[in-house]
């Protein structure tokens, strides 16, 4: 028991006591310091040395129903009461009438264990009776735990003025105790067990035999692991909770504050809380610390805090919250610390309270804590009256929330905001936030209907042109021109303080796009996602960029953005944020003709996105199915569209992509009727959503294409020259797309020039399922011409850039497909393709590479690509030859 050296003066004042007069000896030290145990110890040698040994327990006096210290004692000595002399009524008088005659018989050794639960009358009995006969042959023996001063002082200054008396003050183990009770269960611990034991029990046997038994299936001669800091120690905790009792009514109620409040515990909260003088509370500390159940302020391990903090009614908890929340808000906490504990008492009904949660929620995003600011802000939107700041709860609230999960947009705050915004109720300030989140929810009709109403009542001075990258030229062009005639402008009041507005964002290079530079346009948008940093803010605008880029044939610039924001996204934990950027990419990749990655993009996705009724499930799914379709696979594209089409889809503008792709596979399966039919309702659509551009929705091109495969070329030639008359004349991939209908409208003589110029354009915007598709086609004019030759090789081409399509292993937009470079000519790994490049070379897959290192397996790919024509190489095996290669 580690404790020789004290048992050793017990039994040496027993042995005194046998030849002299009685003795005292008061055992201090924490509750589960080991007072009890030394105390059993030595009264079981006391035993064996024939003395006669009365005990009694403090807490059986408090016990319901309660035994008297005197019915404990007198219970021993029964016997020796005078047989001619009838029993005292009280259990004290039968006590103080049988000791003398044990005294006179042998040594008496009186056992008093946690004299501070005992009442002072009856201490003070003992003191006076063992007095009387100090002259006797009595040793008493009583443990003290230093705690509830207004009794033990008392006990200790009348205990230690006895004649004979002394003091053992019991102190926690120190390192060697520690490591010899371990060393008593089994082997010899391992030193790092012995500090780790150390540490979390305080020395406290207690303690330390709780850890054994919760660490008992671990072998001590080897090192902890490391998880024991995080492991869930029952044994202990209720041992934890055990000194807690034993240490007095006041020690449980600071315990339970201290679980409330954590690592914020002060000694000023403390006595503010509990009301228990300032003077107390470091008293009741010191104790709780010598009984190594504290650490500073702190419960040693997290276990014992959630025990302490369990054992609490619910009720009461609630209120220690609520509490500990006005305590430490008027004592100026961080609006953090103040928000934990009105989260936990799930209270907000006071405005400070609101405030706290709001300001904390700010401070919970600085720190890219995202779950925490969206519970703080919920809860504030609990108590929050109807009002402004209800409307701006939920705002911010709905932009924090995008980075979980954009479903959680759609579904828990667009209809209030929207019904705020439809009865007037809505904040000014308010309608550019809620303009976004309707575009990003592709609900455009309620957009523009936001923003219309915004610019009657803003001026042009103050709009700042570039606010709004992600509508600005979808506004400036659709909303505010009459389709009949383009080039006017309405003149009603309304749309011409809606103009003046307008025009201050069209006449940047964010509006240009529609008017013909499309390079300026371009340019703008990659500037915008240069200098703009990723947020709640941002994130709609960094994805009407990449929009642009996507629409200005910018794909290779476009992935890279999509794949670097998809990252920055995951470290930051916003899931939300992934999913927008990966649909992105997903687009991007389907453009490209990299499908596999365009999947892998499109699982992500639907990895957040679970809630099909959110639109943007209705754009992962239209991609998914588009994706499936490029790579021939009829089937699994059919399975997509034949799921249920919740009624949110249609009034999105993500609906236009579903009919896109689902015309794509009815032309692909020969339903040219029900293609037609497709494209036709997205022209109307388009139209209805201020869209209907053809740089925006090529739908008019779609059309054309059904109407030639059901053999109607006039309606085709009619749905082409509506197509390039709203628009200016462009290039890129819509200009190819014009050129391959024109040539399936002209003589077969003239089509090979037609379809080379839409091979040119189509190589040119990156778009390689549609390259290999127009090779296809020029292969098969040029066949009827007799050019076989030029024919062979235009399929063949096709079949190549097909083939890496389905690869995945397509080269960069603009790069002409090329032998691997000798090895005189092979650059340098940039260092994030040399940490992939390692990994594979060590036998890793690329799902593999990915989770090691955080990034998604189209980077992986799009690495190995780079790594494979960097190094000169064809397989992945050969990449271990290569690593001596400097990265750049």
């Known amino acids: 028991m580690s404790r020789e050296r004290e048992l050793g003066v017990l039994k040496a004042a027993l042995s005194s006591c046998g030849h002299g007069p009685s003795r005292t000896i008061v055992i201090t030290g924490g509750a589960g310091v080991g007072k009890s145990a030394l105390l059993h110890a030595f009264t079981e040698h006391a035993m064996a040395s024939g003395a006669t040994v009365l005990s009694a327990q403090g807490r059986a006096v408090t016990a319901n129903p309660p035994l008297t210290l005197f019915h404990q004692l007198a219970a021993h000595l029964s016997a020796s009461l005078p047989e001619d002399r009838p029993a005292p009524a009280s259990s004290a008088m039968q006590f103080a009438t049988a000791l003398p005659p044990a005294a006179d018989a042998g040594v008496v050794v009186i056992c008093v264990d946690d004299i501070q639960e005992i009442p002072w009358s009856q201490l003070d009995f003992l003191i006076q009776t063992v007095t009387w006969h100090r002259d006797r042959r009595i040793l008493l023996v009583v443990t003290d735990c230093p705690h509830l001063l ?6 200790k200054t009348e205990f230690l003025r006895r004649p004979n008396a002394e003091r053992i003050r019991l102190d926690p183990l120190d390192a060697r105790g520690v490591r010899d009770m371990i060393a008593a269960e089994g082997d010899p611990p391992h030193d790092r067990w012995v500090a780790l034991f150390h540490h979390l029990s305080g020395g406290s046997p207690l303690l330390l035999s709780a850890l054994l038994e919760d660490f008992k299936s671990r072998d001590m001669k080897l090192p902890p692991t490391g998880t024991e800091e995080s492991a869930e120690l029952g044994t202990y905790g209720q041992a934890v909770m055990s000194i807690l009792h034993r240490s007095g009514s006041a020690a449980v109620e600071i315990g339970c504050l201290l679980s409330v409040l954590g690592d914020s515990a002060s000694p000023e909260l403390l006595s503010r809380m509990s009301g228990i003088s300032f003077s107390l509370i470091d008293p009741q500390l010191a104790a709780l610390r010598a009984a190594g159940v504290v650490d500073g302020m702190s419960f040693r391990h997290r276990t014992a805090q959630r025990t302490v903090l369990a054992d609490v009614d619910p009720s009461v908890r609630t209120e220690l919250h609520i509490r500990a929340a006005a305590a430490q808000y008027g004592a100026g906490a961080p609006a953090t610390e103040v928000a934990q504990h009105l989260l936990a008492a799930r209270y907000t009904e006071e405005t ?18 995202t779950r925490l600011a969206v519970r703080c802000l919920e809860l504030a939107l609990e108590g929050c009256p109807e009002g402004p700041d209800r409307i701006e709860i939920h705002m911010r609230l709905a932009l924090i929330a995008l980075r979980m999960n954009p479903t959680t947009v759609e579904a828990r705050h667009l209809p209030e905001l929207m019904e705020a915004f439809q009865s007037g109720t809505m904040p000014g300030t308010a309608c550019d936030g809620l303009a976004d989140l309707l575009f990003g929810c592709g609900r455009l009709e309620e957009a523009f209907t936001v923003l219309q109403k915004q610019g009657a009542e803003t001026s042009a001075g103050d709009v700042r042109a570039g606010d709004h990258p992600n509508i600005a030229w979808l506004w400036a062009w659709s909303s505010f021109r009459s389709p009949a005639h383009p080039d006017e402008w309405p003149a009603a009041p309304l749309r011409q303080a809606a103009h003046e507005s307008a025009t201050a964002l069209f006449r940047t290079a964010e509006g240009s796009l529609l008017i013909g530079d499309r390079d300026d346009w371009a340019t703008a948008a ?10 709640d803010a941002t994130v709609w605008s960094l994805s009407s960029a990449v929009k642009a880029l996507i629409i200005t044939d910018r794909l290779e610039c476009a992935w890279h953005w999509c794949e670097r924001l998809v990252e920055e996204s995951a470290a930051r934990e916003a899931p939300g944020w992934e999913a927008v950027f990966a649909l992105l990419q997903a687009v991007v990749a389907l453009r490209q003709g990299k499908l596999t990655a365009g999947l892998d993009c499109v699982r992500l996705v639907q990895n957040v996105i679970t809630e099909r009724s959110s639109a943007m499930a209705c754009a992962a799914e239209s991609v998914h199915a588009a994706l499936h379709i490029e790579m021939g696979r009829y089937d699994e594209a059919a399975r997509v569209f034949a799921k249920p089409v919740p009624p949110a889809w249609e009034k999105s503008v993500y609906w236009l992509s579903y009919l896109r792709a689902r015309g794509c596979l009815l032309i692909a399966t020969s339903r040219p009727h029900a293609a037609l039919s497709d494209y036709l309702r997205i022209g109307k659509l388009a139209e209805r959503f201020h869209v209907d551009h053809p740089t925006l929705v090529p739908w008019r091109l779609f059309a054309a294409e059904a109407w030639l495969r059901l053999g109607h070329p006039k309606q085709a030639a009619y749905m082409l020259a ?3 008359a709203r628009g200016p004349r462009s290039s890129g991939r819509n200009h190819a797309m014009e050129l391959r209908l024109q040539a399936a409208l002209a003589e077969p003589h003239a089509r090979p020039g037609l379809l080379l110029k839409a091979v040119h354009a189509f190589h040119a915007s990156g778009d390689r399922p549609e390259l290999a598709r127009t090779l296809i086609d020029l292969g098969q004019s040029l066949f009827g011409l007799g050019h076989g030759t030029w024919a062979v090789l235009a399929r063949n081409t096709a079949v190549l850039i097909a083939r890496g399509c389905l690869e995945g292993a397509a080269p960069a937009a603009g790069e002409e497909e090329e032998p691997d470079p000798p090895p005189a000519t092979r650059q340098r ?8 490049a390692e990994l594979v070379a060590k036998g890793l897959t690329n799902r593999q590479v990915a989770g090691r290192l955080h990034i998604t397996v189209s980077t992986v790919e799009q690495h190995l690509t780079r790594i494979y024509q960097k190094l000169g190489i064809t397989h992945r095996k050969e990449i271990g030859l290569h690593l001596g290669t400097r990265t750049a």
């Open 829 to 836: 790994l940039t260092r994030a393709e040399h940490r992939v």
């Open 352 to 369: 400070w309270q609101r405030t706290v949660l709001r300001n904390a929620a700010e401070t919970a995003m600085g720190e890219e804590d």
């Open 526 to 535: 990659e500037n915008l996602l240069e200098v703009s940093a990723l947020s």
């Open 722 to 724: 509506e197509h390039t």
């Open 150 to 155: 207004h009794r033990e002082a008392p006990a």
